[in-house]
């Protein structure tokens, strides 16, 4: 058994030739879709644990300007090689367009996502009311996601540092907070990315407390940023 962990969404351009702009345009859509992937993902399927016989996540991918003859096996929920369910939607492309607010944005994805759900459904069991609930209650929240993602203490100096995430529809951004004694005596952000977690995942891997540094590590603890600390006390670097 298999459990569902994804769900993710795309834009494919048929029948124009492939530029940097066009594939901006595509990758901008996913990337701004990433804050309630990233929500649902870990505070949906993560607790859900949904299981399924080989299926390990839903790919939404919206589709424009092909031919209708190419049109002929879309609308239809499949297995994808990533032993993910796919569905092709069509995108309406002049719509997408003239949005201007990021909620409504976000209610444009809303509204293709609840309409393939109810494509994928026709062949394949999703909890499907259990991630719109899920994005309902993102939505409460502001649509912004916080979350801590490491902890690490140093008892005999009284030292405590957490690196704390937020991501919302066009930023990452990793703030390292860290406390002596139960009081604060740093909190700055260190790090600034795209939402994409391909852009900030493999800079946070660990997070030490050395003799004279805190340091975040990244793949091959590659230091992403280095806190230099003065014998017991924390020198405060701005």
């Known amino acids: 058994m298999k459990t569902l962990k994804t769900l993710d969404f795309q834009l494919k351009i048929g029948n124009q030739k492939s530029n940097k702009e066009l594939i901006d345009y595509c990758y901008n859509l996913r990337l701004k879709t990433k804050h309630i992937t990233k929500y649902i993902e870990n505070n949906c399927l993560k607790e859900l644990k949904y299981k399924t016989e080989k299926i390990t996540g839903i790919v939404i991918t919206f589709i424009y300007g092909y031919d209708d003859k190419e049109w002929s096996n879309y609308d239809i929920p499949f297995v994808t090689h990533s032993k993910c369910i796919g569905i092709f939607i069509r995108f309406d492309k002049k719509k997408y367009d003239s949005l201007k607010t990021d909620d409504e944005f976000r ?5 293709y996502m609840t309409n393939a759900f109810d494509k994928i459904e026709t062949k394949f069991e ?9 994005y309902n209650e993102f939505k409460e929240k502001k649509f912004i996601y916080e979350w801590l993602s490491k902890k690490k203490s140093d008892r005999a100096r009284k030292l405590l540092a957490e690196l704390h995430c937020t991501i919302n529809i066009d930023r990452f951004i990793l703030t390292l907070k860290v406390f002596q004694n139960k009081e604060i ?6 790090l600034e990315t795209n939402p994409d977690e391909y852009s900030y995942t493999h800079k946070v891997k660990n997070l030490i407390i050395e003799e004279e540094f805190i340091k975040v590590l990244g793949t ?5 940023f280095s ?4 014998g017991n006390v924390l020198k405060l670097v701005i």
């Open 107 to 111: 209610e444009f994805i809303y509204e």
């Open 126 to 134: 999703i909890p499907s009311s259990e991630i719109l609930s899920s």
């Open 185 to 190: 005596v740093y909190n700055n952000i260190i």
């Open 220 to 224: 091959g603890d590659k230091i992403t």
């Open 227 to 230: 806190l230099p600390l003065k």
